[in-house]
């Protein structure tokens, strides 16, 4: 099995641009996930397959692979886009589901 | 429009077992389309998977919790189930059931939908 690090927090000021890195410490390379999630709430899908971003989801939001790094990027970061983030991906046989541990985005 | 709402009791004592339902509304949970699974998120934690059902039946469990957990299909009531034997007060989370897709020819699987949680709490 590996595991998925993420930064436990990012902060930025409204309107720059934060970026959220998902390393996994070991291949196999699998496609990767997002979720976003507001206090008190479920989780919500911003990005799946590495990049892809879901209907409903504003522009702002993307996401990017590089080697065994998957960063999600917000640009022109907004008040409502406070919350944490969570990658996601599972192992090379798509069996066993696994997370990272969340970072959550502060906006100043 | 689909929806998913968890139910059942809000608090389990310790050495029991958790007991939730899943209630799937909008479409019915024997589709070979997707997968059902169950997630959890201690306070102020993470999301750890719990595992999956499938509309066959079959199962994948977390390994780290795969000797204390059963997942059912109550096809009729288009409802699925989880069962956590031998709770501690380390079962204490959120509890939430989702909609798993896969990726076609990709082995991988993501999250599309899922309930709101419902609050589970082990303590006598």
């Known amino acids: 099995s590996y595991e998925l690090t993420q930064p436990p927090s990012v902060s930025v000021y409204p309107g720059q641009t934060a970026r959220i890195t998902c390393s996994a410490d070991?291949?196999?390379?699998?496609?990767a996930y997002w979720y976003q999630q507001k206090p008190g709430q479920a989780p919500v899908l911003v990005i799946y397959?590495?990049?892809e971003r879901p209907s409903g989801i504003p522009e702002r939001f993307s996401g990017s692979s590089s080697g065994t790094t998957v960063t999600l990027t917000i640009s022109g970061v907004q008040a409502e886009d406070e919350g944490d983030y969570y990658c996601?991906?599972?192992?090379?046989?798509?069996?066993?589901?696994?997370f990272g541990g969340g970072t959550k985005l502060t906006a100043l | 429009q689909v929806q998913l709402q968890e139910s059942g009791p809000g608090l389990v004592e310790p050495s029991q077992t958790l007991s939730l339902t899943c209630t799937v509304s909008?479409?019915?949970?024997?589709?070979?389309?997707?997968?059902w699974s169950w997630i959890r998120q201690p306070a102020g934690k993470g999301l750890e998977w719990i595992g999956r059902?499938?509309?066959?039946?079959?199962?994948n469990y977390n390994p780290s919790l795969k000797s204390r957990v059963t997942m059912s299909l109550d096809t009729s009531r288009n409802q699925f189930s989880l069962n956590l034997h031998s709770v501690t007060a380390a079962d204490t989370a959120v509890y939430y059931c989702?909609?798993?897709?896969?990726?076609?020819?990709?082995?991988?699987?993501?999250?599309?939908?899922w309930g709101r949680g419902t609050l589970v709490t082990v303590s006598s």
């Open positions: 909008g479409d019915s949970i024997s589709t070979d389309t997707y997968y």
């Open positions: 059902i499938y509309a066959s039946g079959s199962t």
């Open positions: 397959k590495d990049s």
């Open positions: 070991a291949l196999p390379k699998q496609y």
């Open positions: 989702a909609r798993e897709r896969e990726v076609p020819a990709a082995l991988s699987v993501y999250f599309d939908l």
């Open positions: 996601q991906s599972a192992d090379s046989s798509g069996t066993y589901v696994l």
